[in-house]
C-alpha cells in the first residue's frame, strides 16, 4: 500500500477515535481520559514494534533520533491533553475540524524547518482546510 492509503486509513481511524473519546469521556476528567487512552496506545505500539521485529535497530538510534522523538512525544502529548479537553467541553463534530486545523501547521512548519516546498497550490488548500474548518465548527 502506498503512503496515500495509510493516510487515509489514519483519518478514518481519527474520526473513529474523535466519536469513541467524545463518548467515553463522560464524567472523567480529561487528563484521566488521555492517560488512559495513552497506555493504551503505549502497550499497542510496543507491541507492533516487538511484533515487526523494528525493536532491533534501537541500538542504531544516536542522540539527535532520541531527542527529536521525544520532543514528538512531548508535542503528541500535549496535544491529546488540549484535545482531551476541548472534547469534554464541545462537540466532537465541531472539536475535530479545528484539530485537523494541524495540517496548516504542518505545511508551515514543514516548510520551515524541513525545507518542503510552500507553494499556491499549498497555499490555497492552506486556505481552504481553514474555512471548511471554520465553516464546520462556527
Same mark, same amino acid.
Given at each position: 500500500? !502506498?503512503?496515500?492509503?495509510?493516510?487515509?486509513?489514519?483519518?478514518?481511524?481519527?474520526? +473513529?477515535?474523535?466519536?469513541?473519546?467524545?463518548?467515553? +469521556?463522560? *464524567?472523567?476528567? !480529561?487528563?484521566?481520559?488521555?492517560?488512559?487512552?495513552?497506555?493504551?496506545?503505549?502497550?499497542?505500539?510496543?507491541?507492533?514494534?516487538?511484533?515487526?521485529?523494528?525493536? #532491533?535497530?534501537? #541500538?542504531?538510534?544516536?542522540?539527535?533520533?532520541?531527542?527529536?522523538?521525544?520532543?514528538?512525544?512531548?508535542?503528541?502529548?500535549?496535544?491529546?491533553?488540549?484535545?482531551?479537553?476541548?472534547? !469534554?467541553?464541545?462537540?466532537? #463534530?465541531?472539536?475535530?475540524?479545528? *484539530?485537523?486545523? !494541524?495540517?496548516?501547521?504542518?505545511?508551515?512548519?514543514? #516548510?520551515?524547518?524541513?525545507?518542503?516546498?510552500?507553494?499556491?497550490?499549498?497555499?490555497?488548500?492552506?486556505?481552504? +482546510? +481553514?474555512?471548511?474548518?471554520?465553516?464546520?465548527?462556527?
Amino acid at each position: 500500500m !502506498s503512503w496515500l492509503h495509510w493516510a487515509l486509513l489514519s483519518a478514518i481511524f481519527a474520526g +473513529i477515535t474523535a466519536v469513541l473519546a467524545k463518548a467515553g +469521556i463522560g *464524567d472523567v476528567g !480529561s487528563s484521566l481520559a488521555t492517560a488512559i487512552r495513552t497506555s493504551v496506545v503505549l502497550v499497542f505500539a510496543w507491541g507492533m514494534a516487538f511484533a515487526l521485529g523494528e525493536t #532491533s535497530s534501537l #541500538s542504531t538510534l544516536n542522540v539527535r533520533h532520541w531527542m527529536l522523538l521525544g520532543f514528538s512525544g512531548v508535542a503528541t502529548a500535549l496535544s491529546w491533553l488540549c484535545y482531551f479537553r476541548a472534547l !469534554s467541553l464541545g462537540p466532537a #463534530s465541531k472539536v475535530a475540524p479545528i *484539530d485537523k486545523l !494541524s495540517v496548516v501547521f504542518v505545511l508551515i512548519f514543514a #516548510s520551515f524547518f524541513l525545507n518542503e516546498p510552500m507553494n499556491a497550490r499549498n497555499l490555497l488548500g492552506a486556505g481552504l +482546510i +481553514i474555512a471548511g474548518s471554520l465553516v464546520i465548527a462556527l
